[in-house]
């Protein structure tokens, strides 16, 4: 699978937004699904947003609806994930990655590519 790279997280306070960028290091074939993924500690790596680079059809987890926005960029598989009014149960290290076929599920299982994450914290 093509690697990926993120980059964008930082420390916010509860409201606040940050934009994070993922882009492919090398460009090995397009593909057919991208998502962010984040895993806070003690706990499992959960999909947040993830989008058919076909169709443009995008799918989100239920806790982020309405305040994360994932977009496709210019650049060959690349993607952005816009997020707004963020809350302390946001803070986790959020990982992009592809899949050929699990555009619709929030689960690791299917994805890969994965990079080194970025650490985004919010505070209270």
């Known amino acids: 699978p093509v690697q990926l790279m993120e980059s964008g997280g930082g420390s916010v306070q509860a409201g606040g937004s940050l934009r994070l960028s993922c882009g492919a290091t090398v460009y090995t074939g397009h593909r057919n699904c991208l998502g962010w993924f984040r895993q806070a500690p003690g706990k499992e790596r959960e999909g947040v947003a993830t989008?058919?680079?076909?169709?443009?059809?995008?799918y989100y987890n239920d806790g982020v609806k309405g305040r994360f926005t994932i977009s496709q960029g210019d650049a060959r598989n690349s993607v952005y994930l816009d997020m707004t009014d963020l809350r302390p149960e946001d803070s986790a290290i959020y990982y992009c990655?592809?899949?050929?076929?699990?555009?619709?599920?929030?689960?690791?299982?299917?994805?890969?590519?994965w990079g080194q994450g970025t650490q985004v914290n919010v505070s209270s």
């Open positions: 989008v058919a680079t076909g169709s443009g059809q995008k």
């Open positions: 990655a592809e899949s050929s076929f699990a555009c619709h599920t929030l689960t690791a299982a299917g994805w890969g590519g």
